[in-house]
C-alpha cells in the first residue's frame, strides 16, 4: 500500500474511487487538450462529484419542504405532552403520535440523517484526496522521480526533510519518519514520505534543499519547476498557501500578488456566505423555546462558518481553497435550480403519493394501513388529555331484548360446551352443589 494514500476505515476506499476519478480528469485534460493542470482538475472533479450526489441533494431538500409543513403538527405533540417526561406511558403515546405524523407524510425521520451519513466519507475522502494528490494522480508522482529516489540514497536526507525548522509541514509526518518501515531501509516507505513532504513544501522550502543538497541542485529543481507548472492556477501555485504567497509578495514589494494571494479566502468566505443564504432556512413562527435556541444556534453558526473558511483557506494549500469556492458556487448553483423545482412541486400530491407507496408496502408486509390512518387522522391541535370526568363520558346504550336473547344463548351454549361429563367426579361434585344449595334456600 502506498503510505500517501489513506487507510482510514471507510474514508480510505471511498479516497481510492475518487482517486481514480481525479486521475481519469487529468490524464483525459492531459492527453486530448493537452493541459497538465490540477487546479483546473480540482474545479472538473468537484463538478462532477456534485452532480453525482445531485440525486442525494434532491432528497434532502424535498425532506426539509415536508418537514416544514409537518412542523406544526410535531410542535403541538410536544406541547400536548410538555412536562410529562416522567411519565412512561405519555412518553409512548407521544412516540406513537409522533410516528403517526411521520407515517401521514411518508417520511422517514432517520431519511435526512442517511444522507448526511452518506455525504460525510465522500466529503472527507475528498479531502483526503486534493491534500495527497500525488497518490492518487499517476502523473504528478512520476513527475518526483529519479529525484526522489537519489535524495532517499543520500546521507543526511531523511533527517534534513524531517526538520520542521526546515518544512513546515515534516511534524505532519514525524511518525513515518520514525515507523519501522523508515527505519529498517523500505524504499517505498521512504520514497512516499518524501513525496508527502515535498508535496506540500513551499517555493522557499523547495530551494533550501537544492542548497543543502548542491550534487542534486538540477534534479531537485526539475523536479520543483514541475510542481509550479502542475499547480500553477491563474498565476497562484496551488501547493502554496495564501499566507506564505502575501508573505513573499509584501517581502518582494508585488502588492498585486498580496491582492491575487489574498483572492482564494476571500472567494472562499464569499461564496460560502451566498450558499448559507441560498440554503432553506426554519421557520420563527415557533413559540417554542427549545426550537427558538436551536434557531439561534443555527444561526450564529451560519455567520461564523464563512469566517472560519477563510481562515483555513489562508492557511491551507490554495488547492484546498480552490475546491471549497467551487463546491461552494455549484452547491449555490444547484440551490437555485433545487429550490425552483421544489416551489412548483405539489406538497399535497406528494404526501399522497407518499402515502400509497407506504400502503402498498405496508400490504405487501401483511399489515392493515388503516390502522396506521388511524393514528395519522388524530387532531394534534387539541392539547388537552383524555383524562375527562367519569360524568361526561356518554354511557354505552342498554341492550334490546334480542341482544338480551343472543348473549343467553352463546352463554348457554359456553356452559353446555364445558358442562362436565355425567358419571365424572365433576359432575357427582355438582350434585352434592345443587343439593346443598336447594336445601338451604
Do not use: W
Given at each position: 500500500m502506498l503510505l500517501t494514500k489513506s487507510n482510514t476505515f471507510i474514508i480510505g476506499p471511498v479516497a481510492v474511487i475518487?482517486?481514480?476519478?481525479?486521475?481519469?480528469?487529468?490524464?483525459?485534460?492531459?492527453?486530448?487538450?493537452?493541459?497538465?493542470n490540477i487546479g483546473l482538475c480540482i474545479i472538473l472533479f468537484t463538478i462532477l462529484i456534485y452532480v453525482l450526489m445531485l440525486p442525494m441533494t434532491i432528497k434532502q431538500q424535498k425532506f426539509s419542504k415536508l418537514s416544514a409543513k409537518m412542523n406544526p403538527e410535531l410542535q403541538a405533540i410536544q406541547k400536548k405532552y410538555?412536562?410529562?417526561?416522567?411519565?412512561?406511558?405519555?412518553?409512548?403515546?407521544?412516540?406513537?403520535?409522533?410516528?403517526?405524523?411521520?407515517?401521514?407524510?411518508?417520511?422517514?425521520p432517520m431519511g435526512s440523517c442517511l444522507q448526511l451519513i452518506i455525504q460525510m466519507p465522500i466529503l472527507f475522502a475528498l479531502y483526503r484526496v486534493f491534500m495527497n494528490v500525488p497518490a492518487y494522480?499517476?502523473?504528478?508522482?512520476?513527475?518526483?522521480?529519479?529525484?526522489?529516489?537519489?535524495?532517499?540514497?543520500?546521507?543526511?536526507?531523511?533527517?534534513?526533510l524531517s526538520n520542521s525548522e526546515n518544512f513546515s509541514n515534516a511534524a505532519m509526518y514525524a511518525k513515518q519518519f520514525t515507523n519501522e518501515a523508515f527505519t529498517s531501509g523500505n524504499a517505498e516507505y521512504i520514497q512516499n514520505t518524501f513525496i508527502d513532504v515535498l508535496y506540500k513544501a513551499s517555493t522557499s522550502e523547495w530551494k533550501n534543499l537544492a542548497d543543502h543538497f548542491p550534487t542534486l541542485a538540477t534534479e531537485i529543481t526539475d523536479t520543483m519547476q514541475k510542481m509550479e507548472h502542475y499547480n500553477n492556477f491563474l498565476g497562484l501555485n496551488m501547493g502554496n498557501s495564501p499566507s506564505y504567497m502575501v508573505h513573499e509578495a509584501i517581502a518582494a514589494g508585488a502588492w498585486l500578488m498580496?491582492?491575487?494571494?489574498?483572492?482564494?479566502?476571500v472567494l472562499s468566505a464569499l461564496t460560502q456566505w451566498l450558499n448559507v443564504k441560498l440554503m432553506p432556512q426554519a421557520s420563527d413562527a415557533s413559540s417554542n423555546n427549545d426550537n427558538s435556541s436551536m434557531a439561534a444556534s443555527m444561526k450564529m453558526m451560519n455567520n461564523v462558518m464563512p469566517i472560519m473558511s477563510a481562515v483555513f483557506c489562508y492557511t491551507l494549500p490554495s488547492g484546498m481553497g480552490l475546491y471549497w469556492i467551487a463546491g461552494s458556487v455549484v452547491r449555490s448553483v444547484q440551490q437555485v435550480l433545487i429550490n425552483k423545482h421544489i416551489d412548483k412541486m405539489d406538497i399535497d400530491a406528494q404526501i399522497k403519493k407518499n402515502l400509497e407507496k407506504r400502503d402498498a408496502k405496508?400490504?405487501?408486509?401483511?399489515?392493515?394501513?388503516?390502522?396506521?390512518?388511524?393514528?395519522?387522522?388524530?387532531s394534534t391541535r387539541n392539547v388537552k388529555t383524555s383524562s375527562a370526568p367519569a360524568a361526561t363520558k356518554a354511557k354505552a346504550p342498554s341492550m334490546t331484548q334480542e341482544q338480551k336473547e343472543e348473549a343467553m344463548r352463546k352463554a348457554t351454549e359456553y356452559y353446555n360446551k364445558n358442562a362436565a361429563k355425567p358419571g365424572s367426579l365433576a359432575s357427582k361434585a355438582n350434585m352434592v352443589r345443587d343439593y346443598n344449595e336447594k336445601n338451604n334456600k
Open positions: 475518487l482517486g481514480i476519478i481525479m486521475n481519469g480528469i487529468f490524464n483525459f485534460c492531459s492527453s486530448v487538450f493537452g493541459i497538465e410538555k412536562g410529562k417526561n416522567q411519565d412512561q406511558a405519555a412518553m409512548m403515546k407521544m412516540n406513537e403520535e409522533t410516528q403517526a405524523v411521520y407515517t401521514k407524510y411518508g417520511v422517514n494522480v499517476n502523473q504528478v508522482k512520476e513527475a518526483f522521480f529519479p529525484m526522489v529516489e537519489k535524495l532517499a540514497n543520500t546521507a543526511g536526507s531523511a533527517e534534513f498580496v491582492v491575487a494571494g489574498l483572492a482564494i479566502p405496508l400490504r405487501k408486509q401483511g399489515i392493515d394501513p388503516a390502522k396506521l390512518n388511524n393514528y395519522a387522522n388524530m
